[in-house]
């Protein structure tokens, strides 16, 4: 099984297979400060259609620019009017201008305060003591709204997170497709990011048998690849996405192929 892992990972976990992927808008930041930034723009807006998810990733960046950073540090005073003008006109699904405009005031306000959001994470694991409470607080601080739609998922609130963590895989991880930047984590505190997708390939494979793409789900599938990559557990999520996202790549193709059910592994 971790041969068939690998020779997916050594196939598919290719530059030229990312489109159509929010990943892609990463590629045009070269110093981690911005990247950071574009990483966390474009997971949170990363759900729906894959389509609709590129344009609108593209239309919230635009007015951020080349520099993310300098844009939202290099006045004094609030940015709050102007982000809200700027995005007075964006709309992505459940996210609103005022989303936006909010969530960018707010990593404007803690990358003030912290030098970056990856030394606000530090500041969080920290306090937190360990992985998920740290991401609880890193999440309530920039997007504390709850009970409705929240750009950001709270570990805490029993949620997937797919978004979340789909950012930390970005800022973590180093290789071909991911850009990394960040040391705040290893790529062994990495949790799979989990949608419906995800989950389906995994019921599939056997990873999992539990029916709720929740928390749980997302870190018992992670649980049963730490067996074949314990270093780096998300290291084939990029690879086995690649089927069913890209029209060429259907889901039954690798399922057909691989050698065996993956042994469940409970966390």
């Known amino acids: 099984m971790k041969a068939f892992l690998e020779g997916l990972y050594l196939v598919y976990n290719r530059r030229e297979l990312v489109h159509p992927d929010p990943l892609e808008f990463l590629y045009n930041y070269d110093e981690p400060p911005d990247r950071e930034i574009a990483g966390l723009v474009a997971s949170c807006l ?85 992985v998920l409470p740290a991401l609880d607080i890193f999440s309530r601080a920039l997007s504390p709204a709850r009970g409705g739609f929240s750009m950001l998922p709270s570990p805490g609130d029993g949620s997937a997170c797919k978004r979340l963590f789909l950012f930390l895989k970005w800022m973590t991880r180093r290789d071909e497709v991911d850009p990394g930047g960040w040391t705040v984590f290893s790529p062994r505190d990495l949790v799979m990011p989990t949608d419906t997708h995800v989950h389906n390939i995994a019921r599939q494979l056997g990873l999992t048998e ?55 592994c409970h966390s």
């Open 46 to 130: 990363a759900y729906g259609r894959v389509g609709q998810i590129l344009k609108s990733v593209e239309k919230a960046l635009t007015p951020l620019g080349a520099r993310p950073r300098d844009f939202l540090t290099q006045n004094s005073f609030d940015l709050r009017p102007a982000l809200n003008e700027a995005y007075k006109n964006f709309k992505h699904r459940f996210t609103t201008g005022g989303h936006m405009a909010d969530l960018l005031a707010r990593v404007s306000e803690t990358i003030r305060s912290h030098g970056s959001l990856e030394e606000f994470m530090r500041r969080c694991l920290k306090e937190g003591g360990s």
């Open 210 to 264: 539990r029916k709720q793409a929740d928390l749980k789900t997302a870190l018992e599938i992670t649980h049963a690849f730490a067996a074949f990559s314990p270093d780096d557990p998300t290291r084939y999520d990029f690879a086995i996405t690649r089927f069913g996202i890209r029209g060429e790549l259907r889901v039954s193709e690798l399922i057909q192929s691989c050698p065996t059910r993956i042994p469940q």
